[in-house]
């Protein structure tokens, strides 16, 4: 039986076009700046989305530390949702390694940070309070898009009062997919831009931080000091390459299969979440550990949460939708 894996868009294997190009790369040593494939990976990304230069490192988490690191100093402070994952879901990596504060403030339920609550939260200038310098944004933030008129206003804020912008785009790509724009076009409101290759791209391992010259300079100082600084990392850049190349129309198939997946959820009597992008959000309340067992029985992988999320990605296939659907019906009877 083969399974079906719904709790993350991270657990894709790699395709054999991908694993093609890992074999067929070219290596050097990028702690030297030798590697060609991570080289390129890295001029691709920046030209892709309008920065100077990028980065190429191991995770997300990292990636958006050295973004984080990049931006602020010891005693500076950034403004943050309080479900993002840059507070979050990051073991605190920025207060623990960066002596950054983060300033978390509710989010809002369309995944945006209330732009007045943003500035009411910026602190004056005065020694009793951490400096604010910037805000972080995450795109899409549990599967929802933030409009780029949105981005526009969070740009001109941040700008006024004096704060950089970073976007967590861990999900960038399938932000512009379903806006069916260039991801240029959401990535040219920021200061920078964190990228993951491992999630719906389908890549094994890998994160990109896009900026400026400067910043890219000292993030790639943080890199090396938090120890991911990689050798022949080409071998994974190449897998991160191939899906940037061949692997990003293809988001708009998970998210018409998470589309598809909620109407049916909903026609067996659940309460679903409107959906986005590939994951969808149906309230299962107490019965979140039965049904988790039931579907294991069955091949179906999911999570143990009340508000369950169900992640679509490039090994769910169109037709695995209508035997989650009828493993969900079976269980609901
Ligand atoms: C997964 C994720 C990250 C971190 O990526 P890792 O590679 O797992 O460290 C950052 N932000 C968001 C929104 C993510 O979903």
Not at 9 to 21: C, F, K, L, S
Not at 29 to 47: F, I, K, Q, S
Not at 271 to 278: D, F, G, L, R, Y
Request: glycine letters at 10%; proline letters at 3%; hydrophobic letters at 40%.
């Amino acid at each position: 039986m083969a399974i079906i894996d719904l709790r993350s868009d991270t657990v894709t294997q790699p395709t054999p076009g991908m694993r093609e190009a890992m074999l067929a790369a070219e290596l050097g040593d990028d702690v030297y700046g030798e590697d060609p494939t991570v080289n390129r990976l890295e001029r691709y990304l920046a030209a892709e989305l309008g920065f100077a230069r990028a980065l190429f490192v191991p995770t997300g988490t990292m990636s958006n530390l050295l973004g984080l690191m990049a931006h602020c100093e010891r005693g500076d402070e950034y403004i943050v949702g309080q479900q993002a994952h840059t507070y979050k879901y990051e073991g605190g990596g920025a207060a623990v390694l960066g002596s950054i504060q983060p300033q978390p403030i509710e989010g809002e339920a369309d995944g945006s940070l209330d732009l007045a609550k943003v500035e009411a939260t910026i602190k004056q200038d005065d020694f009793h309070f951490a400096r604010t310098r910037l805000l972080a944004l995450e795109n899409t933030m549990q599967g929802k898009v933030l409009s780029l008129s949105y981005l526009a206003a969070a740009r001109e804020l941040t700008r006024r009062r004096g704060l950089a912008l970073h976007l967590d785009g861990a999900r960038l790509y399938n932000a512009a997919v379903k806006l069916g724009v260039p991801a240029q076009e959401i990535t040219q409101y920021f200061d920078s831009v964190s990228v993951c290759l491992s999630k719906g791209l389908g890549a094994p391992i890998g994160s990109v931080l896009c900026g400026s010259d400067e910043l890219i300079g000292r993030a790639r100082r943080w890199r090396k000091m938090v120890g991911g600084g990689m050798r022949q990392a080409g071998i994974v850049a190449a897998a991160g390459l191939y899906a940037l190349e061949h692997q990003v129309a293809r988001l708009a198939e998970d998210h018409s299969n998470a589309d598809r997946l909620a109407a049916g959820l909903r026609s067996l009597g659940y309460s679903v979440e409107p959906v986005q992008t590939n994951m969808v959000y149906a309230q299962v309340g107490e019965q979140a550990g039965a049904l988790k067992a039931f579907c294991a029985d069955r091949g179906v992988k999911l999570t143990a949460a009340p508000r369950l999320r169900m992640v679509t990605h490039l090994d769910v296939r169109a037709e695995d939708i209508g035997r989650i659907l009828e493993t969900f019906a079976a269980f609901r009877r």
